[in-house]
């Protein structure tokens, strides 16, 4: 058995991922460590790059490499040996970064990075430089590709059966020149409207939605949420400033939209404005979606049935009460005993 933990160390705002997996299963875990050496549960080891840049980026063409160096620091009193290779990064569908598993091969810029050895020793209280290179292929797309450089310390615990693999990542960047085309698409809108009994109460709808980045750059997204009844009425508004999307990767979403009015029926109007980051920048984009759906405010439309039927039922009741009050198969009302024969 097997369990993995990668820390993607946050070296800007707004970036970085710890990953664990125990079995065939696996936990993320945000860790938002600054630009200072830190440690998450027993990963002890720090990173940077050699030029005290907060991560690599690189502006590139296609064919071009780059030579560069990771420094690794122990601050500890016991010597460390581990494992150092480059892989893909991505956006996972809860909008956060992450690497691919210790066991995938990458596809993307993982496989542009060549490290100077596979391991690296590093005695107690010091740090080594770990040169590395990053070969661009000739046919290299333009736009933003994104990985990481993964250093990691497989350790056993237990009787031996359980391998635990602690990964501590920098993010690598790379914009290849070339035309930068920033898009997203949001897509399967929807929304939900849960009910209330109190009469003039409001209710919460739910919305949910897929943000995906169909373009080549990577983009911090602005979402903006409007749910309001016919003709616009009642509107209600809700923004936010997502995590970065990386190109080609799907965020699924969910917003919660209190105090909207349940006027029969709300309308979900989903707008997110991306803005390109990176090196130079790269434009902005829009997408948008909408959907719609019953909001009846159920406590005034049982109110309107109960009269409605009240209504409906007084003249049948009149009937009966007439009918109690005469006898049975005489027409008349009030009809006094029938006279005596002599």
């Known amino acids: 058995m097997s369990s993995t933990r990668t820390i993607l160390r946050r070296r800007v705002p707004g970036l970085g991922l710890a990953r664990a997996a125990a079995a065939a299963s696996a936990a993320a875990l945000v860790v938002l460590a600054g630009a200072a050496p830190a440690s998450a549960d027993d990963v002890t080891w720090s990173l940077a790059p050699v030029g005290g840049t907060p991560n690599f980026v690189y502006a590139v063409e296609p064919g ?9 620091t122990n601050p500890t009193a016991s010597p460390i040996d581990l494992a150092v290779y480059g892989t893909d990064a991505f956006t996972t569908a809860e909008g956060q ?3 691919l598993p210790a066991a995938q091969e990458p596809t993307g810029l993982g496989t542009w990075l060549e490290t100077s050895a596979s391991t690296v020793h590093v005695e107690a209280g010091s740090r080594v430089e770990v040169p590395f290179t990053l070969r661009v292929p000739d046919d290299a797309a333009p736009g933003d590709h994104a990985g990481g450089i993964v250093t990691s310390l497989a350790t056993t615990s237990g009787d031996g059966t359980l391998t635990v693999d602690r990964r501590l990542a920098l ?3 790379a914009r290849v020149a070339g035309e930068l085309t920033p898009a997203l698409a949001v897509t399967g809108v929807d929304v939900v409207a849960h009910g209330t009994l109190a009469p003039r109460g409001t209710v919460t709808a739910t919305v949910t939605y897929t943000l995906t980045n169909t373009g080549n750059t990577r983009l911090v997204p602005t979402e903006s949420v409007r749910v309001s009844g016919p003709g616009g009425s009642g509107a209600r508004v809700v923004t936010d400033t997502l995590d970065e999307v990386l190109p080609g990767s799907a965020v699924q979403r969910t917003v919660e939209v ?14 997110v404005d991306g803005v390109a980051v990176g090196i130079g920048g790269g434009g902005a984009t829009t997408g948008s979606g909408s959907a719609s759906t019953w909001a009846v405010p159920w ?3 049982a109110i309107v049935v109960l009269v409605v039927a009240a209504a409906a039922g007084a003249p049948a009741l009149r009937d009966r009460l007439r009918r109690r009050r005469r006898p049975d198969g005489d027409p008349s009302l009030g ?3 029938e006279p005596e024969q002599s």
């Open 335 to 337: 009809a006094g005993p």
């Open 64 to 72: 071009q490499s780059v030579d560069d160096v990771l420094v690794v």
């Open 258 to 271: 209190t105090g909207v009015r349940p006027l029969g029926r709300a309308t979900a109007d989903v707008r």
């Open 171 to 173: 993010r690598v960047h």
């Open 97 to 99: 970064l992450d690497l």
């Open 299 to 301: 406590a005034i439309v």
